[in-house]
């Protein structure tokens, strides 16, 4: 089976010290929940928030380079995300590709060198407005899974995908729990298509203006493996709410 994981983007936000609150809530929340929690702070926090969060909970970097080191001003390796405490990043989220410009070929480098380091790549894929409207999303859901996971080395890879709508992100219009159905199930289809196994296995997150009332419609989905969180997960006892969310058919954790 796999377990619901609830991350919390903090993208650009949040002093050290809201950081270090944030983080022990986030640890606090999974100690009652049946699901794994993770959060992806800024760089520069990474280090003081994996104190406080240990091995309870998932750390992950927001971003990693598709080079390994060198002259990249402003860049983070991948290795450097782990020697900070890192047990995961985010590959191509949606600001990276559309306000930053990474490529899918950009993306498809980070998560190679995210793997490398020893990393769980999470790699974040969605569609535009337009490019729903013009009836494009499947094209472009497989065309992005496609480019990530060419870019592991083998379906032992660990991997987990975030379905995030580019039109839902931040706008407080989420996806219908049935747009994310379709969604999730070509994604999975498509990772069927390389490995059955790693179909069956890989977690599949839904992102874009999650919050704690309509978490649970997304989490009924079977497909629906857990929820990527940026707004609201800056308040730490609503993304507490979200992280000890249980469907009311499993057992109190
Ligand atoms: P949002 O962001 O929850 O604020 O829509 C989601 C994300 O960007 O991961």
Known sequence: MRTPLIAGNWKMNGTRAEALTWAAAAVEAAAESPNDAAVFPPDVWLAAVAE???????????????????????????????????????????????????????????????????????LCVGETLEEREAGRTRDVLLRQVDAGIGATRGPADPLIIAYEPVWAIGTGKAASPTEAAEAHAWIRARVAETDAERAAAVRILYGGSANPDNIGGFLEVPDVDGALIGGAALDPATFGRMIRHAPASAPEA
Request: a negative charge; glycine letters at 16%.
């Open 52 to 122: 406080v969060v240990g091995d309870a909970i998932g750390l992950g970097g927001q971003a990693c380079s598709w080079e390994t080191s060198g002259a990249f001003t402003g860049a983070t390796a991948a290795t450097m995300l782990a020697e900070a405490g890192c047990s995961m990043v985010l590959c191509g989220h949606s600001e990276r590709r559309h306000v930053f410009g990474e490529t899918d070929a950009e993306v498809a480098g980070s998560v190679t060198r995210a793997l490398e380091a020893g990393l769980t790549p999470v």
